[in-house]
C-alpha cells in the first residue's frame, strides 16, 4: 500500500516538470505589435505599417531627458494582409504577435478605394481581437501617423485610442460597431478620423519641429454602402452623431445667455427616434435626446441654485443644443445623403413591415425625410457658487 | 456499479451545455437570426418530450439497459438490429467530437500543434476514466464538474451584461418568419435529442424512478443556460454578424473587457468546454462499450475498452478538413437520421409495443413482466 503510495505520488510530482506543449513562445521571441497602419501601395497592392514595442527601451524606469525611441515602425507591400505579412517578416527578427495589437490606422487614400475586400484578417486570425479602435487618418497616411510620437505615452499609437475614449467616443468598441454597420441595410458605417497636428496653436504652429506633431483626433469618416470613404464630419458634429447614436458618454454644451455664457458638462446622454409614416409613405422622424450633468462654467449673473434661473439656463442649453444637432443632421442630409445616425435601423426595428419596401431605396429616403429634434437636458450639480463672483451686486439685482 | 439521481442529473448537465455552447448557436442564429432564442426554446420543448419517452421506455424494464430491453421487446433479432443502429451512432458520434475538439482547440489555442496530439491525451483520459471508474466514476466526475461550469457561465453573464444591447435582437419575428425559426432549431435538438443516452444510464441507477425527472431538470437548465448565451452573443455583435462567426458564444466571451482590467477570459470557456467534452465523451464512451458487450454477451465490458478506443481514434484521424467532416456528419447523417430514427422513432417504437406488450403479458401471467 505505502510503496504504491509514494509511487503514486512521484507519478503526480513528475508532472509538474514535464508538462509543457507545442505552442509555447517565449517573450523574447514575440515582436509586440500594436498598431497596424494601412495604406495604398503600388498599383493594387496594399501597404501596411506596423508600430512595435522595443522591449528594453519600455522596461527603463529613468526616462526623462533620455530620448531613446520606444518603439519602431515597420512596413511592407503586398497584395493583401498575409501576403505582405510574409513580406514585412524579413524585416523582422521576432515573430509579429498582435495579441496587444490596440489601435489600426487607415490612410485616407485607402478608405476612399474601399474597405469592402480587405479587412477579413482582422477578425479571422485567433490572436486579434474586435476590440479594436479603429482611425481614418484625414489628409495623411497611416504610416506617418505610426511615425510621431507622443511624450505622455510610451507606445503613442495609444495616444488616439485614449483621446478617443476622453472625449466619450467609441473607443475600443470601433470597429465592431464598423462591422455591425457594414452588415445593416438602415446605417451606414462611419469611422472616427485622426489627422496630424501641432501640439501648440499660434506662431509655433509653423515650425517644422517635429517633436511638435501630434495625434488629434479629428471627427469622423463617412463610408457608403460599399464601405469607400465619402467625408468627414468635424469633432462638434461627430459628437452629435454619437449621441443620437445613444453611445456618446460625455458632452459639453456651451450656451451663451444673457451678459455672458454657462456651460454644462453632459454626463448621462441617451437619445430615442420615433419615426412616423404619414399616409403618402412620407417619413417623419423625431429625435428626443436627454442628458444631465453639471454646470461647470457660468459668466453670467444668473443664479443657479434659483430655480427660475437654472430652468433659464437648462432651456437656453437645450435651445442651443438643438440648432447644433439640428444643423448636423441637415448637412449631412444635404451633402451625402447618407444614413449614418441608423434612422433606417430605428424604423426596421420598430415598423419591420414598412421596412421591406423602404429599405430599397433608403438613403434617398432618409435624405428627403423630415427630422426633428427634441432636447431635455437636466443640471444635477451646480458647484460651490452661486452667480459668479466676478461681477457686482448691483449687476445681479438687475 | 451504481449512480444517484443528482449524479444522473449532472451528467446530463454537464453532457449537453458544453457542445451545445460550441456548435448550436452558431447554425441557429444563422438560420434564425436575432430569432434564434425562440428556436432554442422551441427545441427545448421537443427535446423534453424526447427525454420523457426515452425514460418511460426504460422505465418499463427498469432492470435492463437499451441493448437488453430492445431485444425483450420486439425480439432477438430485431433488438439486436436496433442495439445496432445505436452502437454506429456511438461509435461515430466519438469520432467526431473527437475531431471537434482537435478543430477547436488549435484554431483557438494552440495552433501549432498537431491533431493527434490533443486527440489522443484526450482519448487516454476518458479510457482511464471509464476503465478505473465506471459510470460510477463518470458521475463523481460530473459532481465536480456540473457546479464549475454554471459558476463559470454565470461570472461570463455578469462581465458581459455592460456590453448589451437590447435594440439588437429586434425586431422580434418579421425579419425571420416561422420556417427559419423551425429551421433553426434542428440543430440544438438534434444535440438536446442525444439525452436519449439515459436509456443505457436509468437501468444503473440506485432508483431508476428518479431519472426521469432529473433528466428533464438537467436538459431545462443546460438549454437555459445556451440560450442565455446566444442572447448574449446577438446583443453584442447583432444577427448579421453573430450569424457569420463559427463560434459566437466563444466570441463574446472573447471580447469581454471590464475596465481594460479583465480581458481575454476565453480561456475560462474553453474550459468549460473542455470539462463537458470530457464528460460526453466519457458517457459515449462508456454507452459504446457496455452496450457492444451486453450485444455480443461478453461479460466482463472492460474488455471492450481497446477496441473502442482504437476505433475512435481511427474514425478521429479520417476525415481531410476537421470543419468540412463534422459539418457533413451534423448535416448528412445527425440531423437527417440520427435525429429521427435513434432519438425519435425507436424510443417511440419501444415504447409503444413495449407497453402494450407488457399490458398484454400482465393479464396472462404478472410473472412475466421483468
Same mark, same amino acid.
Given at each position: 500500500m505505502s510503496s504504491k503510495c509514494i509511487f503514486s505520488y512521484v507519478l503526480c510530482l513528475s508532472l509538474l516538470f514535464t508538462s509543457g506543449c507545442w505552442d509555447r513562445k517565449e517573450l523574447s521571441d514575440l515582436? $509586440?505589435?500594436l498598431a497596424t497602419g494601412w495604406d495604398v501601395g503600388e498599383e493594387d497592392n496594399i501597404q501596411v505599417t506596423g508600430q512595435i514595442i522595443i522591449p528594453s527601451s519600455m522596461q527603463s524606469?529613468? @526616462? @526623462? @531627458? *533620455?530620448?531613446?525611441?520606444?518603439f519602431f515602425t515597420v512596413s511592407a507591400k503586398g497584395g493583401n494582409l498575409q501576403d505582405t505579412m510574409q513580406n514585412l517578416q524579413v524585416k523582422l527578427s521576432r515573430q509579429a504577435f498582435f495579441g496587444q495589437r490596440r489601435v489600426v490606422y487607415f490612410g485616407e487614400e485607402f478608405a476612399k478605394l474601399g474597405l469592402k475586400d480587405k479587412l477579413d484578417a482582422n477578425t479571422r486570425q485567433h490572436d486579434v481581437s474586435i476590440r479594436t479602435d479603429i482611425f481614418v487618418v484625414k489628409g495623411g497616411t497611416g504610416k506617418e501617423v505610426l511615425n510621431l510620437s507622443y511624450p505622455l505615452e510610451k507606445p503613442p499609437a495609444v495616444a488616439a485610442l485614449k483621446e478617443h475614449k476622453e472625449l466619450g467616443g467609441r473607443g475600443d468598441t470601433a470597429f465592431l460597431y464598423f462591422l455591425i454597420a457594414a452588415n445593416s441595410e438602415g446605417i451606414r458605417p462611419t469611422i472616427p478620423a485622426v489627422e496630424i497636428g501641432k501640439s501648440q496653436n499660434g506662431e509655433n504652429e509653423n515650425k517644422e519641429d517635429p517633436s511638435n506633431s501630434i495625434i488629434r483626433v479629428a471627427g469622423v469618416a463617412i463610408f457608403d454602402h460599399e464601405l469607400k470613404m465619402v467625408g468627414y464630419l468635424n469633432n462638434q458634429e461627430n459628437k452629435h452623431l454619437l449621441w443620437i447614436l445613444g453611445i456618446l458618454k460625455n458632452l459639453t454644451v456651451t450656451a451663451p445667455i444673457k451678459d455672458g455664457n454657462t456651460s454644462i458638462l453632459l454626463k448621462r446622454l441617451d437619445s430615442k427616434i420615433i419615426p412616423k409614416i404619414t399616409k403618402n409613405n412620407q417619413i417623419k422622424f423625431t429625435v428626443e435626446l436627454t442628458g444631465e450633468g453639471d454646470l461647470l462654467e457660468n459668466n453670467t449673473v444668473l443664479d443657479p441654485a434659483k430655480p427660475e434661473d437654472l430652468k433659464l439656463i437648462e432651456n437656453n442649453s437645450e435651445k442651443v443644443a438643438k440648432k447644433q444637432v439640428l444643423q448636423t443632421i441637415k448637412k449631412v442630409q444635404k451633402e451625402y445623403g447618407l444614413d449614418i445616425f441608423g434612422f433606417g435601423e430605428v424604423v426596421h426595428k420598430k415598423k419591420p413591415q414598412q421596412w421591406k419596401s423602404l429599405k430599397t431605396n433608403w438613403d434617398n429616403t432618409f435624405a428627403e425625410a423630415d427630422i426633428s429634434v427634441k432636447v431635455n437636458l437636466k443640471i444635477k450639480q451646480i458647484g460651490f457658487t452661486r452667480s459668479t463672483l466676478l461681477k457686482k451686486e448691483s449687476e445681479i439685482i438687475k | 456499479m451504481r449512480i444517484s439521481g443528482i449524479q444522473l442529473f449532472w451528467i446530463l448537465f454537464t453532457f449537453n451545455t458544453g457542445n451545445m455552447l460550441l456548435i448550436t448557436v452558431g447554425p441557429a442564429i444563422l438560420e434564425a437570426k436575432q430569432d434564434a432564442w425562440i428556436s432554442f426554446i422551441i427545441a427545448t420543448i421537443l427535446g423534453s418530450i424526447i427525454v420523457f419517452v426515452a425514460a418511460k421506455v426504460s422505465l418499463l424494464y427498469p432492470k435492463h439497459s437499451l441493448i437488453e430491453f430492445s431485444q425483450l421487446i420486439l425480439g432477438k433479432w430485431l433488438g439486436s438490429l436496433i442495439g445496432i443502429i445505436y452502437l454506429v451512432q456511438w461509435f461515430t458520434v466519438i469520432g467526431n467530437i473527437l475531431i471537434e475538439l482537435g478543430d477547436f482547440t488549435i484554431t483557438v489555442l494552440l495552433s501549432r500543434t498537431p491533431n493527434w496530439a490533443l486527440i489522443l491525451t484526450m482519448l487516454l483520459l476518458v479510457v482511464y476514466g471509464t476503465y478505473v471508474g465506471g459510470i460510477e466514476g463518470i458521475g463523481r466526475c460530473s459532481e465536480v464538474f456540473g457546479p464549475i461550469i454554471i459558476l463559470m457561465l454565470v461570472l461570463i453573464f455578469i462581465f458581459i451584461i455592460s456590453d448589451l444591447?437590447?435594440? *439588437?435582437? $429586434?425586431?422580434?419575428?418579421s425579419d425571420s418568419g416561422l420556417l427559419p425559426i423551425m429551421k433553426g432549431s434542428l440543430t440544438p435538438l438534434s444535440l438536446l435529442g442525444e439525452s436519449v443516452v439515459i436509456t443505457m444510464l436509468i437501468s444503473l441507477m440506485d432508483e431508476p424512478k428518479q431519472g426521469q425527472g432529473r433528466a428533464l431538470l438537467a436538459l431545462v437548465m443546460s438549454s437555459f443556460l445556451v440560450s442565455a448565451a446566444t442572447v448574449c452573443a446577438l446583443m453584442v455583435f447583432g444577427p448579421n454578424v453573430t450569424a457569420k462567426m463559427r463560434f459566437p458564444a466563444f466570441d463574446f466571451i472573447r471580447y469581454i473587457s471590464i475596465m481594460d482590467f479583465i480581458q481575454n477570459i476565453e480561456i475560462i470557456a474553453v474550459l468549460v468546454w473542455i470539462l463537458s467534452v470530457f464528460i460526453k465523451l466519457s458517457v459515449y464512451f462508456f454507452s459504446a462499450c457496455y452496450g457492444t458487450a451486453q450485444l455480443l454477451k461478453v461479460k466482463e465490458w472492460r474488455k471492450l475498452i481497446w477496441l473502442v478506443a482504437v476505433t475512435s481514434f481511427i474514425l478521429s484521424q479520417i476525415g481531410e478538413n476537421p470543419t468540412i467532416t463534422v459539418s457533413n456528419y451534423i448535416h448528412k447523417y445527425w440531423i437527417p437520421y440520427a435525429l429521427p430514427i435513434n432519438m425519435i422513432g425507436i424510443p417511440l417504437l419501444l415504447w409503444i409495443v413495449g407497453s402494450i406488450r407488457k399490458r398484454n403479458g400482465r393479464k396472462k401471467s404478472p410473472d412475466l413482466s421483468l
Open positions: 515582436a $509586440l505589435w524606469q529613468n @526616462g @526623462g @531627458g *533620455n530620448m531613446g525611441k520606444e | 444591447d437590447v435594440r *439588437n435582437i $429586434l425586431p422580434v419575428f
